[in-house]
């Protein structure tokens, strides 16, 4: 068992970590000193510090091999998913900072509040909408076809939140949809099983939408499934835009 | 639909900019060969339709272009909103537009 095994302690020098500790209201670094360990990652560094020196911090994971995309935190000033980042590639002169995610509100210690990012898909019209019923055969897609495949190049995502925490655009305007939301819409757009694009493009074309993006590039730079959410954009960008040219939005 | 309209106002603004600027400077590498005074200038283009319909369409589209991009940058870094945002991007608007014109008036009218 790696995850929690002390047994496997190396003889280089305790990592000196800094961690958030707060609610709300406000809060501050604390110091802590944590065994380096072979093959260790950022999230085996939380949970010794929860396990071993003070079970109050609250941070959240679930899966522990980049699946759910729950534990993502800041590290070192970058949003990164913490179970899948080894420590020996991001530490700085033996040290760790580790923060809530940016541009999320803090529920307490590394513990985000998701409810915005997740209203945000819903508000981007994020969900399937069928066309067929359950007595229709089943759509034959092509999985080569100049539009599925690029509806697949935006399907990995695992909501994660951490391209959201990259953006500056969410940092300067709190309404805006964001890369997650937008990436969604596209793949979704893509879908040609889906019929819900008309209330979609409406929705990704208001004054919170995808035209807010300025390209910079941080989601994806910074996206662990190497998604491109900037790209999508774009793509949503010249949809919205052709289809108010036609008349055809809202 | 207000940020959509912008966007699209300013990326037409942008498409009209360039093509201006490459002539811009073009005839400018042209004009200062051998060595250019005030005078030659004025002579190229007072009364010219052709400079007047260049630069009159050039200082437009900045004045639409450069206002909508410095409503952005007060909107995010700023935090400027509704009525102020928007009687500070007219204002730049018309700043940029009317003086622009007014230049282009001194070295087109005959």
């Known amino acids: ?250 | 639909m207000l940020e959509l309209r912008l966007y699209i106002a300013q990326r037409v603004s942008a498409t009209i900019i360039a093509p201006l600027v490459l002539i811009h400077l073009g005839m400018m590498i042209y004009a200062i060969q051998g060595g250019l005074d005030a005078a030659e200038i004025l002579a190229r283009t007072r009364g010219s339709w052709w400079w007047a319909a260049n630069y009159g369409l050039f200082v437009i589209a900045v004045a639409v272009h450069a206002a909508i991009g410095l409503r952005n940058v007060l909107r995010e870094w700023l935090c400027l909103r509704g009525a102020v945002l928007g009687a500070v991007t007219w204002l730049s608007f018309a700043l940029l537009l009317v003086t622009g014109l007014r230049a282009v008036f001194a070295v087109v009218m005959p």
């Open chain 1, 1 to 250: 068992m790696g995850f929690m095994d002390d047994s496997s302690s190396s003889t280089a020098p305790p990592i000196a970590v800094r961690v958030w500790r707060g609610n709300p209201d406000g809060g501050s670094f604390e110091a802590f000193e944590v065994p380096q360990q072979p093959s260790q990652t950022i999230l085996d560094v939380v949970t010794w510090i929860q396990r071993h020196a003070d079970a109050s911090l609250s941070y959240r994971f679930a899966c522990r091999v980049g699946m759910c995309g729950s534990c993502a935190m800041m590290v070192n000033g970058i949003p990164r998913w913490t179970c899948r980042t080894h420590v020996n590639k991001v530490m700085r002169d033996n040290s760790l900072t580790i923060e809530p995610l940016r541009n999320l509100p803090v529920i307490k210690d590394l513990a985000c509040d998701m409810t915005e990012f997740f209203d945000k898909w819903k508000q981007a019209e994020g969900h399937f909408q069928g066309s067929a019923t359950r007595h229709e055969k089943v759509a034959a897609l092509s999985p080569n076809s100049p539009q599925r495949r690029v509806a697949n190049a935006a399907t990995e995502c695992i909501n994660c939140a951490i391209c959201y925490a990259s953006c500056d655009v969410v940092n300067w305007n709190r309404d805006y949809l964001g890369p997650a939301a937008l990436n969604r819409a596209w793949s979704l757009q893509n879908d040609e099983r889906d019929s819900g694009g008309a209330a979609r493009l409406a929705a990704v074309g208001g004054d919170a939408g995808c035209h807010q993006c300025h390209s910079q590039q941080g989601c994806a730079t910074y996206c662990p499934n190497e998604l491109n959410p900037t790209a999508s954009i774009a793509g949503l960008k010249r949809m919205v835009m052709k289809a108010y040219v036609k008349g055809g939005l809202g």
